[in-house]
């Protein structure tokens, strides 16, 4: 079996692939909660949300985010109120955060509430949160202290970033889930996914013991590069790297998950890493379909299987 490292949108996609290529119940997604916060009184969890829906086959990938045919009337009804809106919540996605804090709410830890949706969307892979424990991103910028979203939707990423915090996670616990594939005999390998290295997967690497788990592990673990030609697909991931002094290129990536990764897949648009003895795999990375993205992941694991970690 696989365990695959992702947050939202970006990492749903290899991770759907992956998900289709291999058989079922082997692969274990590890899916960010820095995101997740509390709106009108709702628990929101945007990775796992996003990686949830395209697992289920159900996410738009024309607007590239949440589900598709969604409909706003609850949004324009709230609005109407003069409830914060600056949030989209569909109609149907409501569903998922008024069920999600329902269950919260009755004493559920987010792993089991995790399952229960996976069961339920007749998701044949394993979801689970890094962590039950709550973790909060908090984005340090030229405008002061900004929790996540804030940063992410009101201020759509524009004020600069000079650092991160995670709220939370120095007492917050690996779920029992990661835990569990982190620890399977049967484990073969591990696959950071196309994420925003500092807001999708530095999360992950910050909770206790996860680093450790990864500087000392005995199969490979491989990463595929969110860039292509140096830029970010969407979102901020470039000009994130670019503002903590890192380079948007395979060596800024290599750089930023030293020691923690025996292979890197990059695009051949962009130039191989120059580091010593890191292996590097070229193959088009940009998934645009459901082709690409089963393409991409049987790339990425045929990649990760010829790694041999040294015993
Ligand atoms: P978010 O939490 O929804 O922002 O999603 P992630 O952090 O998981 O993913 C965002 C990253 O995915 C961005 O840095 C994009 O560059 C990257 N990304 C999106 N689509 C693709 C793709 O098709 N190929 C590759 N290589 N990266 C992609
Ligand atoms: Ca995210």
Request: glycine residues 10%; charged residues 20%.
């Amino acid at each position: 079996m696989f365990l695959a490292l992702a947050g939202g949108v970006g990492g749903a996609k290899l991770a759907s692939g992956l998900a289709n290529v291999l058989p079922a119940g082997e692969l274990v997604i590890a899916v960010n909660t820095g995101d997740d916060f509390e709106h009108v009184g709702l628990h929101v969890a945007p990775d796992l949300d996003s990686v949830m829906y395209a697992l289920a086959g159900l996410n738009d990938t024309v607007r590239g985010w949440g589900l598709a045919g969604e409909s706003w009337r609850f949004l324009d009804a709230l609005k109407r109120l003069g409830g914060a809106d600056w949030f989209m919540l569909g109609d149907q996605d409501l569903a998922t955060h008024v069920e999600r804090s329902w269950r919260l709410r009755g004493g559920a830890t987010l792993s089991a509430v995790t399952a229960h949706f996976c069961a339920a969307l007749r998701i044949t892979q394993t979801m689970v949160p890094m962590s039950d424990d709550p973790v909060r991103t908090m984005v340090d910028t030229d405008l002061g202290l900004l929790p996540f979203q804030d940063y992410f939707v009101r201020h759509r990423c524009a004020p600069t970033l000079k650092g991160l915090r995670f709220d939370g996670v120095e007492t917050a616990r690996i779920s029992d889930g990661l835990r569990a594939a982190l620890d399977n005999p049967a484990l073969e390998g591990i696959i950071i996914c196309p994420s925003n290295p500092l807001l999708s997967i530095l999360p992950i690497l910050s909770l206790p013991g996860m680093r450790d788990a990864l500087t000392a592990r005995r199969v490979p673990c491989v990463a595929v590069s969110p860039l292509i030609g140096g830029k970010a697909v969407k979102g901020p991931a470039a000009k994130n790297m670019t503002e903590l002094g890192l380079p948007t290129t395979p060596d800024g990536i290599a750089d930023f998950y030293t020691g923690l990764i025996d292979g890197l897949v990059i695009d051949p648009e962009d130039a191989p890493p120059t580091r010593a003895g890191l292996a590097v795999e070229s193959t088009p990375t940009l998934m645009r379909d459901a082709d690409d993205r089963a393409r991409l992941a049987r790339a990425t694991l045929a990649f990760t299987r010829s790694l041999v970690r040294p015993a």
